[in-house]
């Protein structure tokens, strides 16, 4: 399989500073050792509850956040290594799809002006043929050279979704992250931007990293899935096998508590108490544990590796006992 990107152990922790002084009281372990690869043309799903590091990851692998350890190879290359200016062409070949697209555009610039920087910037265009340039790429996401002269608040909510999509694609990236680019949108609408990314995804052969709390899109557009829980992946496999077979305590409950659950998927019942711990102080052992209806002393001691279960990667020390444990759990609470 050939190899577009390629994350190694990446790890990212801000320092947490308070007072006149600025001391710092503490550290968010927002990502830790997280390793993944993707293919040309391939989805990679990221899921976990809110606050999981999904984000942080995201920006990450494109150097928003500078990561704190690892390394980040693009076609070989290591991003982690670049100096600005190398970071900057980098930057052409991997770009970001923001949740909310109001936020991320220029209210006092027209959508035509929005584009054509990236173009012109990066020499995708010049101002000769700019004009053509931009209608070309509004246009093939499905919206038309009127839509280029107009501002982002005369657009609804995937309108705007469109023009982000569009920016990200001005610069012919082989990588998209797509942090979340249909949370804000109405269900109806999700659909539409869904079957544009993947349209597109044919289209151009680009690869996307997509960071989702919806298992149902997820389960429509990812080729594999990595489940993240306080900064860590726990949980790796292609997209039926973790649907259909989730070996991770985490992964079920979040299988479960779908809200708009697949019914040919099993249902496992588990009863989870508490909200997620903080990522600043994280418990011992699996950071699963004190949530964790399958919980034993050894999880409470001692951290589980990401070990090869099947065609599965996951972080449990009982992965392999998983569907009993499971429900003999549920079965004593019922
Ligand atoms: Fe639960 Fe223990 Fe597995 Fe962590 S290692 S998920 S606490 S069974
Ligand atoms: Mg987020």
């Not at 993707?38 to 799903?45: D, K, R, S, V």
């Not at 006092?108 to 929005?114: A, G, K, L, N, S």
Request: net charge neutral.
């Amino acid at each position: 399989m050939t190899e577009l990107l390629r994350v190694q152990n990446l790890t990212k922790h801000f320092p947490v500073k308070r007072g006149l002084l600025r001391r710092q009281v503490g550290t968010v372990q927002a990502v830790t050792d997280v390793s993944f690869t993707l293919a040309p043309g391939e989805t990679l799903a990221v899921v976990g509850e809110s606050g999981c590091g999904k984000s942080t990851l995201g920006r990450a692998i494109l150097r928003l956040h500078e990561p704190s350890s690892g390394e980040i190879r693009l076609d070989g290359e290591d991003v982690t290594a670049l100096d600005t200016r190398d970071l900057r062409e980098a930057r052409k070949r991997m770009q970001i799809i923001f949740q909310d697209p109001y936020g991320s555009l220029n209210p006092r610039m027209t959508v035509r002006e929005t584009l054509a920087e990236p173009l012109l910037l990066h020499g995708m265009a010049t101002p000769a043929n700019i004009r053509a340039k931009v209608d070309e790429l509004i246009t093939m996401c499905g919206l038309s050279a009127w839509h280029a002269d107009r501002y982002p608040h005369e657009f609804s909510g995937g309108q705007r979704q469109r023009v982000g999509i569009a920016r990200a694609l001005a610069t012919r990236p082989r990588l998209i992250v797509c942090d979340e680019p249909v949370s804000a949108l109405d269900v109806s609408v999700q659909a539409q931007i869904v079957n544009l990314l993947q349209d597109l995804q044919r289209q151009l052969g680009l690869a996307y990293v997509f960071i989702s709390h919806d298992l149902g899109v997820v389960r429509h557009i990812a080729n594999r899935v990595a489940v993240m829980y306080l900064g860590r992946i726990v949980e790796q496999a292609d997209t039926e096998e973790l649907f259909l077979n989730p070996r991770h305590p985490y992964t079920r409950t979040l299988i479960s508590s779908a809200p708009r659950p697949d019914p040919t998927v099993a249902r496992h019942k588990l009863p989870v108490e508490g909200g997620t711990p903080s990522a600043m102080a994280l418990p011992s052992g699996c950071a699963f544990h004190p949530r964790c209806p399958m919980a034993v002393d050894r999880c409470r001691a001692e951290r589980p590796e990401l070990r090869q279960l099947g065609g599965t990667l996951v972080a449990c020390h009982r992965a392999d006992e998983a569907v009993e444990g499971m429900d003999v759990a549920a079965a004593g609470k019922d």
